[in-house]
DNA sequence: GCGACAG
DNA sequence: ATCTTGTCGC
């Protein structure tokens, strides 16, 4: 898919989802713990600006062993349902770039929790055939008991009556995150990575590197 | 009809 | 997403 037929409409957008839709992959294809995990973020600026950055970590020791970053100018605008189409086209300049070709993609934003079942990680799973799923840090859609305050407390997410991800406690007493899985991966395994990525900060490692890379990138 | 609504 | 100081808590 290019940049030429990209939807520019919501009409247009929703069609292409639901193509894209039917090649969502929801075995668990990723390895128990993978070499590295590689972060998705996307900064603004006040004119249409925007940059993507890549970041891979090492699993381990979640130390970077590469980046990379996209600048471009925005060609969707934010429509809740429709996100990924707004930040999709640089995100997948940013990871054109990669040398490795990253194990896991960990997403800023949802996956399957997602009105039509198909978020942001789904698309750049899918789109690009690797393992992906979601961390969001607000709810779109389901219901849900507040987990412990505990760190490493969860609770299913459940829209229409089907667990669309989990709410986990990735540190003592602080707001919970949203993890669902995208493509390649199931919810257990999106979780337990989750947690390995956030051994001292309430969001994944991954996300706030790829969150301060992406801020540079736009200045 | 009245809210809710990833980033 | 982004605009922003002080302030509560460990």
Redesign the pocket.
Known sequence: MHTEDWPSTAEEALAV?ERLRDRVELADDCPELPPTVTGL??????NDGI?AAVVTLETAGLTVVEQRTHRAKAVF???????????LPPLLAALDRLERTPDVLV?????L???RR??????VGVLTGLPAF????????GTHAAPASARGAAEPLVDGGEVVGAVVRTQDGVKP??VSAGHRIDLAHACRLTLALTPRYRLPETTRQA?RL??TA?R
Do not use: I, N
């Open positions: 989802q973020d996307v900064a603004y600026d006040d940059a605008p934010y429509e809740p349902g429709l996100f990924a189409f707004r930040e997403c800023d934003g949802h996956g929790a997602h009105p198909f978020g942001l990680a789904c698309h979601g961390v969001g840090k607000t709810r779109l859609v995150v949203y969150d992406s801020r736009l």
